[in-house]
């Protein structure tokens, strides 16, 4: 959806014509131009004539609402706006949705732009102080977008443009620009430009699915994608090549959608992807995908011990075994580890450990020197040690990148890739070992939405990352989005993001907020947890640095509310694995809202758990403090963790 000054000023036109009785038309190409953007809009359908122009129900509403704000001194008159000014736009909804699902709260980061346009305003409620909100005009915009479904014709010409284009994200200033093609694409939602400034550009969804169409077609008519040709596929699909017209028929084997005994080519086949998005908005949620430098170096740990293991089968990656390596690692190797566990030390000790941690890391201490500094006492430094290496193979568990069961010769827990995990362990060998945020991919994923571009801070952490170039994914960058999408993701919420978790309501935060709820040089580390947060589709941040939970994090949260911050990984797949096992064996009593298993079936948990019997009874403890578990009994949070964990998966 696009309104600039040109598009407004077209709609106040008609207006103005059809109070006097009047059709608007016209006849010049050069002046129909914002006409025809508008009729792509559904804003304006033709008259009587190509050339004459009146307005549907939606383009009514939307005049109605820019006059009315007008009148009230929201918004000057379209004829002083700037030529370059976006009144709407695909950045402008993206910031009004952002505002609806954060309970109709902007934050700071969309605010002023809002308000420039007139959708915005600050309220005081007594007790409460200030808000930046949603304004009645701002929701109504959101009403029209949603309703007015655009058109969806392709030239021969924009096709070719489409065609050879980056898909992004990119800069916009690097964007080509020829003729109107990019204002027709905006028209059919086919491009999105990035919250608040429109610095970066991405195709949409949609836009995606028609340029893979435009791709493999073969442009042999003027017109190259409208509705009459997906109609005609589709009604190939459900009813058989006799259904088809000749007409039809010569139509979709000239474009290559189809040959000729109706048989559905590549071209046809993206064509129905098209179909679906144009017709179903059958869009796909946000997701993202985080790895952090310690979880790599484990990954490539895994494999060394497991060439080992050729050598002498009772070496095999255990727990045990994978921290032992990680302390036999070369001095040499510690830089790119040495900002992870500084921030894990400083979560568990707090901001006043920070300027020791780092003359400590001048002095090259080893991992093992490094944490019996920190936790003299005793064994504390390894059961420390131990803790932080099992978090992370928590995580990639997580991600299902490994998987833990019992080796047959050793009777022993250990780890294996999963084919995710080897694909994983392949870039990091390329690329080398580095940080992979959840907002760098998310760059990427947002392409999947309906009207999707990343933030420029978005983009730039994509681009450092090395997962996005030239304006296209990188093939880092495609990896990773793909796993966001494909992996099987299990429940898992560390000590740290537990303390974060329970600062965040089910929306109405935004980030600064969350910020200010921790001492300020925790910054860095908050901001880890929700990148892992996020990347387990606990939560998601939206454009405007609102914070909502998902449904399966709403789930996690309120099993969560009441457990101790004290414990390690309240909620990890080891966890999770168990209380599948139990609910398997037990009986479901529906008013109780629990499981409770006989005694008898404990010994089938274990076995189904996967696990051998002192990890199972490590985990349960775990799971006992947690509040998930009774005596031999799943309570009614071990429920909602199985629900969520449904949720993440659906």
Not at 86 to 112: C, D, H, P, Y
Request: proline fraction near 4%.
């Amino acid at each position: 959806m696009l309104i600039k000054k040109e598009h407004a000023l077209a709609l106040l036109n008609v207006k103005s014509q059809e109070e006097k009785g009047l059709a608007c038309q016209i006849a010049v190409k050069a002046e129909s131009d914002p006409y025809v953007e508008l009729e792509l809009q559904n804003l304006l359908e033709q008259g009587n004539s190509p050339v004459e122009f009146v307005l549907t129900y939606w383009g009514r509403n939307l005049v109605y609402l820019l006059e009315e704000m007008i009148q009230k001194g929201l918004i000057s008159h379209p004829s002083q706006w700037d030529e370059r000014f976006r009144w709407i736009g695909s950045e402008v909804i993206a910031m009004i949705e952002a505002s609806v699902k954060s309970g109709n709260l902007t934050g700071n980061k969309v605010f002023n732009a809002l308000k420039e346009r007139g959708f915005a305003q600050e309220v005081h409620e007594e007790k409460k102080g200030w808000f930046k909100e949603l304004n009645e005009y701002g929701k109504s915009i959101y009403e029209i977008y949603k309703n007015a479904k655009p058109r969806l014709e392709i030239s021969k010409e924009l096709a070719e443009y489409i065609s050879s284009m980056a898909p992004g994200p990119a800069e916009t200033k690097f964007l080509p620009v020829h003729g109107r093609n990019v204002e027709i694409m905006e028209s059919m939602r086919l491009i999105s430009f990035s919250v608040p400034n429109s610095d970066v550009y991405n195709l949409s969804g949609l836009g995606v699915a028609v340029q893979k169409t435009v791709q493999t077609m073969v442009p042999a008519l003027d017109t190259v994608i409208n509705e009459d040709y997906m109609y005609a596929l589709i009604k190939l699909l459900d009813r058989g090549m006799d259904s088809l017209t000749d007409q039809e028929k010569e139509v979709l084997e000239e474009l290559a959608f189809i040959d000729n005994e109706g048989n559905i080519l590549p071209a046809g086949e993206h064509l129905v992807e098209v179909y679906k998005l144009w017709k179903e908005g059958d869009y796909k949620p946000i997701k993202t995908f985080n790895l952090e430098t310690l979880d790599e170096e484990l990954l490539l740990g895994i494999e060394k011990i497991w060439q080992k293991n050729k050598e002498n089968s009772e070496i095999v990656p255990t727990d045990k075994e994978i921290v032992h390596y990680l302390m036999e690692k070369p001095l040499k190797d510690y830089k790119h580890l040495k900002e992870w566990y500084g921030r894990m030390i400083n979560q568990s000790m707090g901001y006043q450990k920070k300027e020791e941690l780092k003359k400590k890391w001048a002095e090259l201490f080893t991992i093992e020197d490094l944490f019996k500094h920190f936790w003299e006492k005793g064994n504390e430094w390894y059961e420390k040690l131990f803790d932080t290496v099992k978090e992370s193979l928590y995580s990639l568990e997580a991600f299902n990148l490994i998987k833990s069961e019992i080796d047959e010769k050793t009777g022993k827990t250990v780890y294996k890739f999963t084919p995710y995990g080897e694909q994983v362990l392949k870039d990091i060998k390329e690329k080398g070992v580095r940080e992979i945020t959840s907002t760098a991919v998310k760059a990427i994923s947002i392409s999947e939405t309906e009207f999707g571009a990343p933030n420029y801070e978005w983009y730039q952490q994509a681009v450092n990352k090395h997962l996005v170039g030239e304006g296209y994914p990188t093939k880092s960058g495609q990896l990773y989005k793909d796993l966001a999408y494909n992996i099987k993701r299990i429940p898992h919420v560390s000590r740290f993001e537990l303390m974060v978790l329970h600062k965040i309501p089910e929306y109405g935060m935004f980030l600064d907020e969350l910020f200010n709820e921790f001492d300020e040089t925790l910054k860095e580390e908050v901001q880890y947890a929700v990148n892992k947060l996020e990347a387990r589709y606990i939560l998601d941040i939206l454009p405007n640095d609102g914070i909502i939970l998902t449904e399966a994090g709403k789930l996690i949260k309120k099993a969560l509310s009441g457990v101790p911050e004290g414990i390690a990984n309240p909620i990890n797949p080891a966890i999770v694995k168990i209380l599948e096992a139990i609910k398997q064996v037990g009986n479901l009593y529906v008013k109780e809202k629990r499981v409770r298993t006989l005694p008898k079936n404990w010994e089938e948990a274990i076995r189904l758990s996967g696990f051998d019997k002192e990890t199972f009874e490590k985990e349960i403890a775990v799971a006992r403090l947690a509040g998930f578990i009774g005596r031999t009994s799943l309570h009614e949070s071990a429920l909602e963790i199985l629900e969520a964990y449904e949720l993440l998966n659906k």
